[in-house]
């Protein structure tokens, strides 16, 4: 017969067996019910952005202190990155920090993705150092676009090269990477066009690792959206840039909620944006959290460090998302000098 | 023991004292290692002990450090290293009986066996790889729970092989011969009588390697687990996170009180990693009891 | 009587496929990485792969030179063989032959914990703790750096040199050395020029796999080191190496089918082949070294 040692052992395996197969059974039983390859409908899946990414966490987060059964999901991929993945039709709401671009909506286009372009809030791209550099507190856009073009790879490495004044030293750079919404902005606005920068510097889609970057040596310079300025005001210092044009403030300026919403800190003030898939809002829980966004994140976008809608606006943008209106306000005009408010309203 | 066996060597002052500075070297250069890790411990506990409350296990990730809690990747961990082993586990401990049990020194078994060797030594980001190329775009899985749980899988496999061999090997050929002579089949004696006397290795060995699967963060990150999951998974399908990715976010964030969110997040994957070994302790002393 | 047979037979044949399957795993690998590296080297042509020396292949001036990734995970792991070998060595001789029995039996698991611990806590370790301890010491040290993290996985390969060298140190016949003290030698002329001598094989086998798991390390490096493909031997300057490069693309987007996507796996492809010939290397070595003591 059996031995007891086997009996105990059999034992052990039988309900392994057992354990396995049933387990097995529930957890392929409820695969079967979500469609596949998709989460279940319950999850609102937001992507883009590492700039933006700071209001949507915070929004999603009182969203679902109230919303006990709804999950939120939200990636910071980038802005190009969140794209790709908004006009593969993965996400119901893509994060960005810079209007959509040509190819992007033709992929959506050709995908059938139709979406509702949002803005929430204003950003300016802050130029960071480390607190103990004494000589970089302005900049003009002729230093940073010397500094970041293509052609200063390999070529401008100290500080030296930029303004003669300045100590011998060696500039350890950090920036956003490819994918990001301020990588595209910055470059377009520094150097002219978006996607032109130099590519030996610390590029990360996480805007943390830059602040982490600049914060370790006195040698560092980054830039990156002006939230984690505020988050981190202890361990960073703002450098003031001079766009060289007196008609939008004179001199050097800094970043701040007020010289982003007045229009003189340039060229490095923008606006930010969510882009909701239309087909999701048949849901009711998407609906219900772009209400909660559109009436009650402005409070979350400011205490996060950006700069908040005028009240026009947030009323413009609200009429857009009830119209359900489709399509960019930055189709083919890229950069033409109008006001946001004169976009909501054309 | 060696050396002390035999009279002291007849050496010159000069060289005996030369020969007490190295062994004194040596014991100083291995106060310095575990010292070390005592650091290495001590620094974590220092910035994470005072965070670690039962908020902390109960609560969602947040973007104020102090709300922030660890409760979704301790239940994605969970539920990831659950399914792996059920996905591991019976290929493995099958592989491993095949080679032990019935292999041969055939060509074909014994380039089975490199072969594994040399999984084992395959560095684990390229599992990951392999895990996002096969399931989450071929096989179309995109980023759940199954398919980091089958990318986990790979990885331990490997290990829970090796392991299993070895538990069997040492099951002494004695009992098998004695089955044998009794009549039994090759299947016979493995299951009723080589498998039940292999267990305790064997389980110990399965929780050796799942604890190493637990504590896998770049696989995982490959295949896109993302960070930010504020909720707990509830079937294979869903989006999720583990324990290592969301120290790995934390540890990311520059602010001083994330750091200590991350420190507080390392001690609960330690003692989840100590409760898994302490459990392998236990279970193989309780199955070797009968001997 | 022949259902049994059946039975028996379709046993093996499943248990058969289930050790084949092991097979399939590595065929899996090869065929996942050859396949986007061919499509890779369809568009970037394999000489500007293997000898470029500048890696930007996501920015505006593509180039797709890996000698930056390859010079930041050879610094990286260089600072760790300097830091593992040594101490390694000389713990394994110190547990070997000197270290009384109690010493040895407590000593050796309490290093293989070190190996045990996650790498994303080694990552923390270094970033937090290490970094900030050496930018007091050496001067211009970047928060990103080589030199840290090289360090902390100089601690994590340690027990790998130290355990696996004394294995092969303590499997050298007493004979030896007791001739060797027959001549009147030290326990530490002995252990130096006889012992590690006669255990060559075996503890060249354990640094090729150190060796190996630390260029295939992940975590530490993606945390601690940088993301600045650069080629440079200055360690402390932000860096980055094969597999951190691998873990960035993968924290955005990896769409597949784009050039990014394919650059993730030819590096892939460049690291499974690196530590594959290494793991190799020191097989064949523990099979010389069993050769000449089995």
């Not at chain 1, 909660?292 to 996060?304: S, T």
Request: aromatic share 8%; glycine share 8%; with cysteine.
């Amino acid at each position: 017969m059996h031995s007891p040692t086997e009996t105990r052992g059999h034992a052990s395996l039988r309900l392994l067996l057992i354990v396995t197969l049933s387990a097995a059974a529930v957890a392929c039983g409820r695969g079967n019910e979500a469609s596949g390859a998709t989460a279940p409908a319950q999850v609102i899946t937001i992507d883009g952005s590492s700039t933006v990414f700071p209001v949507i966490e915070a929004v999603a987060e009182e969203f679902q202190r109230e919303h006990r059964g709804t999950r939120v999901t939200v990636g910071s991929s980038g802005t190009g990155g969140g794209f790709q993945k908004f006009c593969r039709g993965e996400t119901d709401i893509s994060n960005a920090s810079r209007p959509i671009k040509a190819t992007e909506i033709e992929a959506c286009t050709k995908q059938g993705i139709e979406y509702v372009e949002l803005p929430i809030g204003y950003d300016g791209i802050a130029i960071v150092v480390h607190p103990s550099n004494t000589w970089a507190s302005a900049m003009t856009v002729a230093d940073l676009k010397k500094l970041w073009e293509p052609s200063a790879q390999g070529r401008i490495t100290r500080w030296s090269q930029i303004r003669p004044d300045w100590p011998d030293r060696e500039i350890h750079l950090f920036g956003a990477g490819v994918d990001s919404g301020t990588f595209e902005y910055f470059t377009e606005a520094i150097a002219g066009k978006a996607g032109q920068s130099r590519g030996d510097y610390t590029s990360s889609e996480d805007d943390n690792v830059i602040v982490q970057g600049v914060s370790g040596g006195p040698d560092a310079l980054g830039y990156f959206g002006y939230a984690y300025y505020e988050q981190n005001r202890d361990k960073l210092k703002l450098v003031a840039v001079d766009d060289g044009d007196d008609t939008n403030g004179a001199g050097a300026i800094r970043p701040s909620p007020e010289t982003v919403a007045n229009g003189t800190y340039r060229p490095l003030s923008r606006p930010v944006f969510v882009y909701a898939r239309v087909s999701s809002m048949d849901r009711p829980e998407i609906r219900a959290f772009l209400d909660f966004l559109l009436d009650r994140g402005q409070p979350l976008v400011r205490e996060v460090g950006y700069v908040a809608l005028t009240p026009r606006e947030q009323e413009l943008v609200r009429r857009r998302y009830s119209e359900r209106k489709t399509g960019s306000m930055f189709a083919g005009t890229d950069h033409a000098p109008m006001t946001l408010e004169q976009r909501l309203t054309r | 023991m060696i050396g002390t066996a035999l009279p002291p060597p007849r050496t010159s002052r000069g060289r005996r004292l030369g020969d007490h500075l190295f062994a004194s070297f040596g014991a100083l250069v291995t106060l310095l290692a575990l010292a070390a890790l005592g650091a290495l411990l001590y620094d974590v506990a220092r910035d994470g002990l005072g965070r670690l409350s039962w908020s902390f296990l109960t609560s969602y990730p947040s973007r104020r450090a102090a709300d922030a809690g660890i409760l979704p990747a301790l239940a994605g961990s969970l539920f990831v290293v659950t399914l792996t082993a059920l996905i591991a586990v019976p290929l493995g401990v099958s592989a491993a009986i095949y080679l032990e049990e019935y292999g041969g020194r055939g060509r074909l078994a014994r380039l089975i066996e490199i072969n594994i060797a040399n999984l084992a030594g395959v560095p684990s980001i390229i599992y990951g790889l392999l895990g996002l190329g096969l399931f989450v775009r071929l096989m179309q899985m995109e980023r759940s729970v199954l398919a980091g749980a089958s990318t986990l899988a790979l990885l331990a496999l490997p290990v829970i092989i090796l392991a299993t061999r070895e538990a069997l090997r040492a099951v002494p050929p004695s009992l098998r011969e004695a089955s044998y002579a009794l009549g039994a089949t090759k299947w016979q004696t493995t299951w009723h009588q080589v498998l039940p006397a292999a267990l305790p290795g064997i389980f110990t060995g399965l929780i050796l390697a799942l604890s190493r699967t637990i504590g896998e963060t770049a696989p995982l990150i490959t295949i896109g687990a993302l960070t930010y999951v504020p909720f707990v998974p509830t079937d294979v399908w869903s989006p999720f996170t583990v324990l290592p990715i969301q120290i790995f976010n934390w540890v990311s964030r520059p602010q001083a009180a994330f750091a200590e969110n991350a420190a507080a997040g390392i001690l609960v994957l330690l003692v989840v990693l100590l409760a898994m070994n302490a459990c392998a302790i236990v279970l193989r002393d309780r199955l070797q009891r009968r001997v | 009587m022949r259902s049994r047979r059946i039975f028996e037979a379709v046993i093996e044949r499943a248990l058969f496929l289930c050790a084949a399957g092991s097979i399939l795993v590595t065929a899996g690998i090869v065929l996942v990485l050859l396949w986007e590296t061919a499509a890779f080297l369809g568009e970037v042509p394999i000489r500007e792969f293997l000898f470029g020396t500048v890696w930007t292949p996501l920015f505006y001036d593509k180039q797709f030179g890996v000698l930056p990734l390859v010079a930041g995970t050879l610094l990286a792991s260089a600072i760790a063989m300097a830091v593992a070998l040594p101490a390694g060595l000389l713990i394994a001789i110190y547990l070997s032959e000197y270290a009384p029995a109690p010493i040895r039996r407590t000593v050796r698991p309490v290093l293989e914990v070190l190996a045990g611990v996650p790498t994303v806590v080694y990552g923390y370790f270094a970033l937090q703790f290490v970094t900030p301890l050496l930018q007091q010491i050496v001067p211009g040290l970047a928060g990103f750096n080589a030199l840290s993290p090289g360090i902390v996985m100089g601690i994590m390969i340690l027990p790998l040199v130290s355990s696996l060298s004394e294995d092969a140190m303590r499997s050298v016949p007493t004979g030896l050395r007791e001739g060797a003290y027959a001549l009147g030698a030290t326990r530490m002329q002995t252990a130096l020029r006889v012992v590690v001598p006669a255990a060559f094989s075996g503890i060249s086998a354990a640094t090729v796999l150190a060796m190996s798991r630390a260029v295939g390390e992940t975590m530490i490096v993606a945390i601690a080191a940088g993301q600045q493909p650069r080629l440079t031997l200055d360690p402390r300057v932000p860096i980055e190496t094969m597999t951190a490069y691998i873990v960035q693309v993968s924290l955005g987007d990896t769409p597949a089918g784009t050039l990014e996507y394919r650059t993730i796996f030819a590096v892939g492809m460049l690291l499974f082949l690196s530590t594959f010939a290494l793991n190799l290397m020191s097989n064949w070595l523990r099979g010389r070294f069993r050769q000449e003591y089995a």
